[in-house]
């Protein structure tokens, strides 16, 4: 059986001051009533996990109520870093569900199909994650200000959400970092250290997340082409 783990507990700070990115309107729902209504819908997924900021219980249950959303759920506590949230998470999962697929609350775009591949490719090797290739020509700079290294693009790939992972190897790779006093702002990262291969799964359409405030515009456009299915 598959849980979803939607991170939602973080703070936003590149949104700007005083702004909610995940409470931010797109098309007449904020940006996580999107996202968790994506996982709401999908067949895929048995239950649902939001890790959530400390305070914002009676929102996320209010949001629940009036999107109607029907798989059972539970609203779990963020710790400090993503990776703490992450962890808190993991630990409400009921003992039965063998896969997660952990997404960020702020991209509310990822069609079903893709949580799916993600599953698929997790149940075969134990990781996946959700990648686009990168088309950009990219080059490494150690100081901000010049050139360092030219990187080979055939090789890059920039990774999104969904993450998948059987429980039992987020959890051990999660505890290798956690024993080691390491901060990750990616779950697959984690993975490396037990020496777990992750899986990547090509994206073949945008999977936007809301980080700055010229995303809205963008995202709520593809969400108008996805609806009429342009």
């Known amino acids: 059986m598959n849980a979803a783990l939607i ?3 973080g703070k936003g700070t590149r949104m700007g ?9 797109v098309g007449g729902r904020p940006v996580v009533a ?28 209010e949001l629940a109520q009036k999107y109607e959303f029907r798989k059972p759920f539970r609203l779990v506590a963020g710790g400090s870093e993503r990776q703490d949230s992450v962890w808190n998470g993991l630990q409400a999962i009921s003992p039965y ?15 079903e199909e893709l949580i ?20 950009d ?10 050139i360092s290294t030219h990187l ?31 901060t990750l702002t990616d779950d697959t990262a984690a993975c490396e250290l037990i020496g777990q291969v992750v899986k990547l799964v090509e994206c073949m359409t945008p999977n936007p997340k809301v980080t700055v405030p010229g995303d809205v ?11 009429t299915g342009n």
Request: aromatic residues 6%; contains cysteine.
């Open 152 to 182: 080979k693009r055939d090789l890059l790939w920039a990774v999104q959400t969904p993450q998948t992972f059987k429980v039992s190897v987020i959890l051990k790779a999660l505890e290798a970092a956690r024993s080691k006093n390491l």
């Open 217 to 227: 515009p963008y995202i709520h456009e593809l969400m108008n082409r996805q609806n």
């Open 137 to 146: 020509t990219v080059k490494e700079s150690c100081d901000g200000q010049m």
């Open 17 to 25: 001051a005083h702004v909610d990115k995940l409470f931010l309107d």
């Open 116 to 135: 799916e591949r993600t599953i698929v490719a997790a149940r075969e090797v134990g990781a996946s994650v959700a990648a686009q290739r990168v088309t």
């Open 7 to 9: 991170v939602a507990a």
């Open 34 to 61: 999107h996202t968790w209504g994506r996982f709401d819908g999908a067949k895929c997924i048995d239950e649902i996990v939001l890790v959530i900021r400390g305070g914002m219980e009676a929102d996320f249950r």
């Open 97 to 111: 569900y063998d896969i997660v697929i952990i997404q960020d609350g702020a991209r509310p775009c990822t069609p």
